[in-house]
T-cell receptor, first 111, second 113 residues
Framework: QKEVEQNSGPLSVPEGAIASLNCTYS??????FFWYRQYSGKSPELIMFIYSNGDKEDGRFTAQLNKASQYVSLLIRDSQPSDSATYLCAVTTGTASKLTFGTGTRLQVTL | DGGITQSPKYLFRKEGQNVTLSCEQN?????MYWYRQDPGQGLRLIYY???????QKGDIAEGYSVSREKKESFPLTVTSAQKNPTAFYLC????????????FGSGTRLTVV
């Protein structure tokens, strides 16, 4: 079992819709959870982080964490074509000195 | 402006050749990391360093070497022992990954010719 799992997609949503991206992790000791956006050929950029169970909102983005189910998700409201990218889920593991990444979910926002 | 600079952006390596990828940061971060990204495989950790003059192997360290002589610099050498080096290499730094995650450089795309 991979440490961090994501559906590779592509996930296709129409412009203006809500995109829901999901991630599961295997280490119950994981403490911090991050969502990165990566455009094709570019490096990842941090868009959200969450440490506690529940929801965390930042603009059009909402991160949701359920530690009991070992599940973290990212919701993007009012999806725009510029949101089309690969979204990487990352968690801190072990001594929390490094991040472990999922393989990413490719999101396509269609006109 | 503070940030992480990776150079070169594109690098071509001949068979049997060692090449060095540069990573410099002026964010005053203690921790630095090297990841490799292949299509469909996400980011895999090569080496990381939490303090000057100390570094640890990641999940795929074979065929790679690093040094950390200065806080600002963490160069990665891809040796001839790395049989499949063609990939996108990402350098990152952090003031504390648990709370702040990473800041990434712009990446180096290495191709074997």
């Amino acid at each position: 079992q991979k440490e961090v799992e994501q559906n590779s997609g592509p996930l296709s949503v129409p412009e203006g819709a809500i995109a829901s991206l999901n991630c599961t992790y295997s280490d119950r000791g994981s403490q911090s959870f991050f969502w990165y956006r990566q455009y094709s050929g570019k490096s990842p950029e941090l868009i959200m982080f969450i440490y506690s169970n529940g929801d965390k909102e930042d603009g059009r983005f909402t991160a949701q964490l359920n530690k009991a189910s070992q599940y973290v998700s990212l919701l993007i409201r009012d999806s725009q074509p510029s949101d089309s990218a690969t979204y990487l889920c990352a968690v801190t593991t072990g001594t929390a000195s490094k991040l472990t990444f999922g393989t990413g979910t490719r999101l396509q926002v269609t006109l | 402006d503070g940030g992480i600079t990776q150079s070169p952006k594109y690098l071509f390596r001949k068979e049997g050749q060692n090449v060095t990828l540069s990573c410099e940061q002026n964010l005053n971060h203690d921790a630095m990391y090297w990841y490799r990204q292949d299509p469909g495989q996400g980011l895999r950790l090569i080496y990381y360093s939490q303090i000057v003059n100390d570094f640890q192997k990641g999940d795929i360290a074979e065929g790679y070497s690093v040094s950390r002589e200065k806080k600002e610099s963490f160069p990665l050498t891809v040796t001839s022992a790395q049989k499949n080096p063609t990939a996108f290499y990402l350098c990152a730094s952090s003031i504390g990954p648990k709370n702040y995650g990473y800041t990434f450089g712009s990446g180096t795309r290495l191709t074997v010719v």
